[in-house]
């Protein structure tokens, strides 16, 4: 099967400025994640999807930080105006709905390394 | 609120000898426990997970997992290491959301170096 796709892999910009990046879910995954991950630290969930609606957002600076997941499969992740602490890489997930009793594993994509100058 | 401690940041062991990453955990309730592994510029892949059972749990690529619920440790180990097992690992938690659904606390990780 395909794998969790994102884009772009790299992305360099200028503290003040905005920027987007793109998930595609591995097909039939209801639960989509995305994930923050600084240089040295383990992945911080940002926000969490179940189909097209967020049930978990708890840590997702809201004040520059947005998502959405139109028609319940890719997702788009912005920031703007970015902050030098935003520097890290922003990893997508996605998983099966789990079963009663069962566990789905998280699918990873390779992540978007940003970079704020 | 559940987390995981992950007490070394790098691991050094010999090629063939047996390696272990160590992993501790606090929750209230019944603990699900999991082990990620993490290659440069690469997401983290699904190793093994503890839901109930065994305290012994084997996962992808001869790895397998420790748990002891009086020491509230949740080991992973590797009875010969490999030098491609050289990469990052993470021990993860389950929790649960606002929205009663579940969302997955990672640790800080482990980087494992596996030398000729």
């Known amino acids: 099967e395909a794998g969790v796709a994102q884009s772009p892999r790299y992305k360099i910009i200028e503290k003040r400025q905005s920027v987007a990046f793109w998930c595609n879910p591995i097909?039939?995954?209801?639960?989509l994640y995305w994930y923050q991950q600084i240089l040295g630290q383990g992945p911080k969930l940002l926000i969490q999807f179940q189909n097209n609606g967020v049930v978990d957002d708890s840590q997702l600076p809201k004040d520059r930080f947005s998502a959405e997941r139109l028609k319940g499969v890719d997702s788009t992740l912005k920031i703007q105006p970015a902050k030098l602490e935003d520097s890290a890489v922003y990893l997508c997930?996605?998983?099966?709905?789990?079963?009663?009793?069962?566990?789905?594993?998280?699918?990873f994509g390779d992540g978007t390394r940003l970079s704020i100058l | 609120a559940q987390s995981v401690a992950q007490p070394e940041d790098q691991v050094n062991v010999a090629e063939g000898n047996p390696l272990t990453v160590k992993c501790t955990y606090s929750v209230s309730g019944n603990p699900y426990l999991f082990w990620y592994v993490q290659y440069p510029n690469r997401g983290l892949q699904f190793l093994l997970k503890y839901i109930t059972g065994d305290n012994l749990v084997k996962g992808s690529y001869g790895f397998e997992a420790e748990f002891n619920k009086s020491q509230t440790s949740f080991h992973l180990k590797k009875p010969s290491a490999l030098v491609s097992d050289s990469a990052l690992y993470f021990c993860a938690v389950r929790d649960i959301t606002t929205s009663g659904t579940y969302k997955y606390i990672f640790g800080t990780g482990t980087r494992l170096k596996v030398l000729a």
């Open positions: 097909s039939g995954h209801a639960t």
């Open positions: 997930a996605s998983s099966l709905l789990p079963g009663t009793g069962t566990h789905q594993p998280q699918h």
